[in-house]
């Protein structure tokens, strides 16, 4: 029943991807004598962790229960108490821990704790799909830099629109409606200017349940973008990054509830734009962006996950936009290398997941 019990904490977990940031997803449960006591998850940052909830539950019970959990309990104060003392306190007989948190403040502190006090420790239950779900947690404790998804919609044949940029739709409304799924479990979606006022995008998340709109983040080196966009409106906050050449004062003053991110360089650096987003907490990012965008994330290896949504349709022509800008490689050899990972049908779209190979 072990892997059962992990399941449901695993299952709680993974409910509230997207909306714990800069916080870990977490689920907890509570289990004596075959009999579940106590089920808890961490809802969002700042509230209590999935263990409290799951304890709370279980009372009294709690004494002498074990206690499965996706991650490792904290072991430091920040704005809650840490929930490796709350399961000392609560004289748990055993915890079961899918993965071990890489947090500096935590990495195997909250394990000795549990095992100071005598209490048994097993790690490794449903340990890849932990991983999985804080995936982009793990990445940006261990590399400070977002976990970067590249997405795109194109034809059979790669187009992303036609000759005269026409683009509606090119997937289905199930497709779509997954693409908003994704920007709800990010917390930045990235597009260049040229998108902005081709396509006059809103970037929000549109679910019929409703769902957390990523912070919009535009790339413009030189601030000329104006007028009566969807991004520039209030519906959703929006980070504007721009180079040292840009003319800030202007555009705040007609802008002034839209964050402006300035480089230190006349040309925008995307390696430095990523460490100027991990310094705001940014874990995830989903790149939307246009082919000269996308061309740029490749260039820099700044990808890490390729969401690739594919409608049967063929357009046909060189003169049709492609998914990727700039200039084919030579030969075959020099291509970007992936691995597919998850390939499904949705609608009649097909989604492909794809990695990086190692050698890439």
Same mark, same amino acid.
């Given at each position: 029943m072990k892997e059962e019990w992990m399941e449901l904490a695993l299952n709680l977990a993974e409910a509230t991807i997207g909306q714990t940031s800069p916080n870990p997803s977490v689920g907890a449960v509570v289990v004596k004598d075959g009999q579940l006591l106590g089920v808890g998850t961490h809802l &969002?940052?700042?509230e209590p962790h999935a263990e %409290?909830? !799951?304890? !709370?539950q279980a009372g009294q019970k709690a004494k002498g229960a074990d206690i499965y959990v996706t991650l490792e309990p904290c072991a430091h104060y920040g704005k809650t108490p840490p929930c490796?003392? /709350?399961l000392v &306190?609560?004289? %748990? =007989? =055993? %915890?079961y821990i899918a993965c071990l948190d890489p947090n500096p403040k935590v990495a195997g502190k909250g394990v000795k704790i549990l095992t100071e006090a005598g209490i048994e420790v097993e790690v490794g239950i449903g340990e890849q799909r932990a991983l999985k779900i804080n995936q982009s947690f793990f990445h940006y404790q261990n590399t400070r830099r977002p976990f970067i998804t590249l997405k795109a919609a194109t034809t059979l044949d790669g187009k992303t629109a036609t000759v005269t940029g026409d683009s509606k739709w090119i997937t289905s409304e &199930? !497709?779509?409606e997954d693409v908003h799924e994704e920007r709800h479990k990010h917390d930045a979606i990235l597009v260049g200017r040229n998108t902005v006022e081709q396509d006059n995008p809103s970037l929000t998340t549109r679910l019929p349940q409703g769902g957390k709109n990523p912070i919009r983040i535009i790339l413009d080196t030189n601030l000329t973008i104006k007028g009566d966009f969807n991004v520039l409106k209030n519906d959703a906050n929006t980070w504007i990054v721009c180079g040292n050449k840009a003319d800030t004062v202007n555009f705040k003053q007609q802008y002034p509830d839209i964050t402006v991110i300035q480089m230190p360089t006349e040309q925008i650096n995307l390696n430095n734009v990523m460490e100027k987003l991990a310094e705001r907490n940014i874990q995830s990012l989903y790149v939307e962006g246009g082919a000269t965008v996308h061309q740029s994330f490749l260039k820099q290896k700044l990808v890490d996950e390729c969401h690739w949504y594919i409608a049967p349709k063929l357009l046909g022509g060189q003169d049709a936009q492609s998914a990727v800008g700039g200039n084919s490689p030579q030969w075959m050899k020099d291509a970007f290398n992936l691995t597919f990972v998850k390939v499904e049908q949705l609608g009649e779209? /097909? =989604?492909i997941i794809a990695v990086p190979k190692e050698d890439s």
């Open positions: &969002k940052a700042g %409290v909830h !799951a304890i !709370a490796a003392e /709350l &306190k609560s004289e %748990v =007989k =055993k %915890v &199930k !497709a779509r779209d /097909l =989604k």
